[in-house]
């Protein structure tokens, strides 16, 4: 079993940034790779970001390419989310996610491969 809880959401402005945390507990954080997703209202969840058990193999959706950076500290068990360039369209609850088992190059981005999931930070973007 992993637990997982996010930190850092808020509200700013259009063009500020924001760095999310997600600390994990219950397994060893290096055996498992580890996904950023987002919610907004009314819309389905969006795949936003994941990086692999090593740290040295990352995916980002389209939508956030070039604006957001995962990183992940194994040694504190946190993964993170680095937010810049904030546009209201990424207003949203953010949640982590954990899959139960992942091989050392796995990076899932499909919401069906986590098995873990963290209660969400809601990020807003004001214009």
């Known amino acids: 079993q992993v637990q997982l809880v996010e930190s850092g959401g808020g509200l700013v402005q259009a063009g500020g940034s924001l760095r999310l945390s997600c600390a994990a507990s219950?397994?060893?954080?290096?055996?498992?790779?580890m996904g950023w997703f987002r919610q907004a209202p009314g819309k389905e969840r969006e795949f936003v970001a994941a990086?692999?058990?090593?740290?040295?193999?990352?995916q980002y959706g389209d939508s956030v390419k070039g604006r957001f950076t995962i990183s992940r500290d194994n040694a504190k068990n946190t993964v993170y989310l680095q937010i810049d360039s904030l546009k209201p369209e990424d207003t949203a609850v953010y949640y982590c996610?954990?899959?139960?088992?992942?091989?050392?190059?796995?990076?899932?981005?499909?919401?069906?491969?986590?098995?873990?999931w963290g209660q969400g930070t809601q990020v807003t973007v004001s214009s």
């Open positions: 996610a954990a899959p139960r088992n992942s091989m050392y190059y796995q990076v899932p981005r499909e919401s069906y491969e986590y098995d873990y």
């Open positions: 219950g397994r060893t954080f290096s055996d498992y790779a």
């Open positions: 990086i692999n058990r090593g740290g040295d193999r990352k």
